[in-house]
């Protein structure tokens, strides 16, 4: 009998240690601490990628200029200049003409002109200017396809969840740039036709899917809908505050962070215990080098930690990090 109260005895006292280490608030300083170490590694090898590869691609450098912009609304000193440079650079090669001269480079990749829109909002510490907007509006709304949708860039529609889910995933990303940049005759009647062609979707298996949802609810104004959709989000979270890029995978930072920047955005307080969790998670995996080991994205590297799907998990878990702080530049 006293082996079996000593047992018991056991196993309370670690699940209070186990409850007390979760519920612990992770502090400001902390926090601002992690994404202080991630910044110089997405610095580094995001300015590699422009030098190298010089594209303005839909995983890399609007997430580059996405997090440098949101750290300077955060006080974080020399972000802001090093992402209107990066930023001014991605407005020029979206604007060339492309190789065979037959478009606009960002026709091509219209995933990553949404990303600089709404990396890039109006009040922020590093605006979009107007006229590369306008430009990227019509972009947008140009390609986007008789059935509503839009057709996912680059190498997206490779990756390890169906092709029609990342397809989704684009048009509304889409639609909430198009949203943010304004509204029109053009945009909302791209507004009806893609969202007729959403009705149609089945329930997604990626983190990001349920995230955008929340996303393009809130800014249309579908207030019913958007908590709904944050309470089926909150239901996929691992016990280790993580979530994971496709629901049922291990968690990883790219999807924990999707996660806590689509919940933070509409509202959901630092209180919360699922923000408390992410937070958790983010702040205890982070690598020395600053980043977040992430798996591949794609069908055929999903097994193996890739470079592009850890630089592309640093940003979000950087840009979700700092959705939790308070807002000190303009």
């Known amino acids: 009998m006293k082996i079996i109260a000593l047992t018991i005895l056991l196993v309370l006292n670690l699940s209070s240690t186990q409850f007390t280490q979760a ?5 400001e300083d902390h926090i601002r601490n992690t994404i202080e170490k991630s910044l110089p590694y997405l610095e580094e090898a995001g300015v590699s990628w422009i030098e190298d590869k010089k594209c303005v691609t839909c995983h890399r450098v609007s997430f580059q ?33 492309n190789e065979d001269g037959t478009a606009l480079s960002g026709e091509t990749n219209v995933d990553g002109l949404a990303q ?55 048009t509304m990303w889409n639609l909430i740039a198009l949203h943010q940049a304004g509204n029109n005759e053009q945009i909302e009647k791209a507004d009806a036709k893609a969202k ?4 149609k979707s089945t329930l997604g298996l990626s983190t990001e899917w349920y995230a955008v949802q929340i996303l393009l609810a809130d800014i249309t104004g579908e207030t ?23 629901t049922a995978e291990p968690g990883d930072a790219l999807a ?3 996660a806590l920047y689509a919940l933070k955005q509409v509202g959901v307080s630092n209180d919360d215990p699922s923000i408390q969790k992410a937070i958790h998670f983010l702040t205890s995996t982070q690598a020395e080098n600053g980043s977040w080991s992430v798996h591949g994205t794609k069908a055929k590297k999903k097994e193996n930690v890739e470079e592009t799907a850890v630089y592309w998990g640093t940003a979000w878990a950087t840009i979700g990090l700092l959705e939790t702080l308070e807002k000190t530049n303009p």
């Open 23 to 27: 519920d612990e608030r992770i502090t």
């Open 65 to 97: 200029t996405w997090s440098f912009n949101k750290a300077a609304s955060a006080g974080f000193p020399a972000t802001a200049q090093k992402s209107k440079e990066w930023l001014d650079w991605s407005i020029a090669k979206s604007v060339e003409p």
């Open 116 to 170: 600089l829109i709404i990396a890039h909002p109006d009040g922020s510490s590093v605006p979009l200017p107007a006229e590369a907007r306008q430009q990227f509006v019509e972009m947008i709304l140009k390609t986007q396809l008789e059935d509503g949708s839009w057709k996912p860039a680059g190498q997206l529609p490779m990756q390890k969840r169906p092709a029609a889910e990342t397809a989704q995933v684009s």
């Open 196 to 199: 007729e062609w959403l009705a």
């Open 224 to 246: 019913e809908r958007v908590q709904s959709a944050i309470e089926q989000l909150k239901s996929f979270q691992q016990e280790d505050g993580s979530w994971g890029w496709l």
């Open 256 to 258: 924990t962070g999707q």
